[in-house]
Nanobody, 132 residues
Framework: QVQLVESGGGSVQAGGSLRLSCSVSGDVWSKIIYCMAWIRQGPGQERETVAA???????KYARDVEGRFAISKDNTKSMVYLQMNSLKPEDTGRYYC????????????????????????WGQGTQVTVSS
């Protein structure tokens, strides 16, 4: 079993920064293939993957956050992080940490509308609100 718990959300003004953390417990860290991601759901919007990292540490980003957000992981602490800089009001939403324990990260899979069904493990999410 894999359990995920997010923290670090909050309210910030546009241009500010936040760092989200996700504690990932379970045997996923022993796998050689997995995709860990941060997924955002804005008000009245569908969930969208904003950043992902695989077992090798390769990272991928949605176009609208590239250069502003950075995903990282610490295997020794079983943690995944999302550093968010230059935040914009459109970054507002609930941010979920999720894991696909069966595959590496692919733009063609994990950044599409069908991505939600690929991630078998989810946290409860943490709210991020960016005011203008």
């Amino acid at each position: 079993q894999v359990q995920l718990v997010e923290s670090g959300g909050g309210s910030v003004q546009a241009g500010g920064s936040l760092r989200l953390s996700c504690s990932v417990s379970g045997d996923v860290w022993s796998k050689i293939i997995y995709c860990m991601a941060w997924i955002r759901q804005g008000p009245g919007q569908e969930r969208e993957t904003v950043a992902a990292i695989d077992a090798d540490g390769d990272t991928k980003y949605a176009r609208d956050v590239e250069g502003r957000f950075a995903i990282s992981k610490d295997n020794t602490k079983s943690m995944v992080y999302l550093q968010m800089n230059s935040l914009k009001p459109e970054d507002t939403g609930r941010y979920y940490c999720a894991v696909d324990a069966t595959d590496d990260c692919f733009y063609s899979k994990h950044f599409t509308r069908e991505a939600e069904s690929l991630f078998g493990y989810w946290g409860q999410g943490t709210q991020v609100t960016v005011s203008s």
